[in-house]
């Protein structure tokens, strides 16, 4: 039996194949647009599928289900069109300094129209611009930490440096004198550069269960306060253990907000920007890491203030995130909804309880509505189209036969093709960006700065170097794609690779592998050279595009597992790799072992060649029904693979 909700759209869809069209012609001082749009019927808007309090009803089954699913595909898509024409026959007059208000059916109305339609008052800013920088805040602090813990364990490294620490502490400091760690052994040295490791992973591990329970916003304000709360102790810390607690509970942070961030951004931002803003966030880890270097040397040897400064970052990401500055994504409120629904249903069966979901979904609804309208200057009534569709769409791909929301699970990231394909492509990335020799050849690169003499100014000149490159892939990643910058830049690495094995290739010997100060001469020129180009091909590729891939592949109802999983993979594979180096080169050689690099890097090229799709100018609903291999043949064109198929 087919659900109600389901004949509705199926029925609306009918309806609005024989609707006739409605042809208006906008002019501005500079173009003439005709713009044609198909009417939404009364009926569709009343129908259960988008009357409050029942969004979200049953399953599909059989050949009639499969009808009704096809039904709810055209629908929202003709709801995507009068959307996109909306917002293209504003743009005009948005780029003027005016905002042209439009009724529901996308038509343009004047200030006499009802309130419902109109437009929201033209902003100085884009109206994405919060929710992004909210987000990379996250991501610019977790860079801060990489750069600025190498500048702490610099100074702790010394007795002599903790000890003029301490002194300027007390003298100059506005934390004033505190107790002196004292001379540190190479453990604990080690142990507090890697501690913020442990509690990254924790809180990833958690947010697999947990995420869609907090939602993105409330886990970037959880972030916001484990930062706050992890700067403090490592800014006070009178003791070792105190630090290391501290590192740890900040570490907690970085996990949050890793995860929270690309979901968050993804959810919030255009689709014609999400290549943008979600590689832009891999530019704020780079900045953040730049800015950690700089602190370290401005600030050492107060190795106190050089942690405590991060709280100028911290206390506004905490605040927008925790005082709803910025909205929560409507896709996630609208999977909340359907959750909230399905419990309810199983719960109660008429009644106060079945008035109280319907209320609670209804609020969700409109939050959703309001959430879209905010983040891309939608009318209501245009807003309340998009979220209709958005609905259908949630509704067809996240309940289960009983109606509710299944819980994540491993098996779910797999339990069906376009999660299998996702899965695929999104983990694939993520172990070649680490196993390719990222961590190996900035291991090298310091070591090579430093025997050259050029030390501090060398690791800032390669910080700017990561920056402007991933700079440019991310003003790219929207118009040249993300298959283009991934091919551009693992090919990049693989040359790479092979002129660093070719640079150390006969200079290894008995003992085991040979280090960077073992070059001279032209050997250290054409080395040196080779990493700069395998860190600015890194930077154009693996480093933004992987996790701009992983945000947006995965379907909404695992979007927060898979993102968890994502992240845990990363760190691992990094402690991995990085772990296994110097064993590697003692036995096969420097040489030898970036030569096993530029091999697994040829074999990325090949991957990503053969497998990774093309997500540019998508929804993240178009690319979800895509990978399901619903659409129709041109909608599809653009999720491809190299070999003229659709993803793995």
Known sequence: MVAPWRRAAAAAAATTATTTTATTTTTTTTTTTTTTTTALPHSLLSSPVFAPGRLFIGRRSGAAASAAARAGTSVAAGFAVTAAATRRRAAPAMAMGTATPTNGSGNGADSSGDADGDAPPPSPFPLWLPAFTTAAAGGLLFGYDIGSVSGVVRVLSSPAGS???????AATSPLGSLTALGALSAAQLGAIASASLAGALASSAAMFRFGDDL????????????????TALQAVAPSIGVLLAGRVVYGLGIGLAMHAGPLYIAETAPASLRGLLVSAKEAAIVAGILGGYLAGAALQPDWRSIFAIAALVEVPFAAAAALSWVPETPRWLLLRAAALEGAGDASVSGGRGSASVADRVTSLRSAAMTALAKLEGLSPAAARVRVDAMAVTVADTCLEANGQVARPSVSSLYADPASQAALAVGLGCVVLQQVTGQPSVLYYA??????????????VGLGAWK?????????????AGRRPLLLAGTVGMTVALVAIA?????LDGAGGGATATALTGARQTWVLGSILLYVGAYQLGFGPVTWLLLSELFPLRVRSAAISVGVLVNFSTNFLVTAGFEAGRQSL?????????????AASVVFVAAKVPETKGLSLEAIEAQLRGEGRPDEREPLVGGDGTRGP
């Open 589 to 601: 050689g420097s040489g030898g072992l970036f030569a096993i690099f530029a091999t697994l890097c």
């Open 215 to 230: 939602g993105r916003r409330k886990e970037l304000a959880l972030a916001g306060g484990a930062y706050l709360l992890g």
């Open 467 to 479: 920056l402007v490159v991933t700079g440019v892939a991310a003003a790219t990643a929207d118009r």
């Open 502 to 506: 070719a640079g150390f290739w006969g």
């Open 163 to 169: 000890a003029a620490a301490a002194a300027t502490a």
């Open 446 to 459: 310091n070591q090579l700065f430093e025997a050259a003499g050029f030390g501090f100014a060398a690791a």
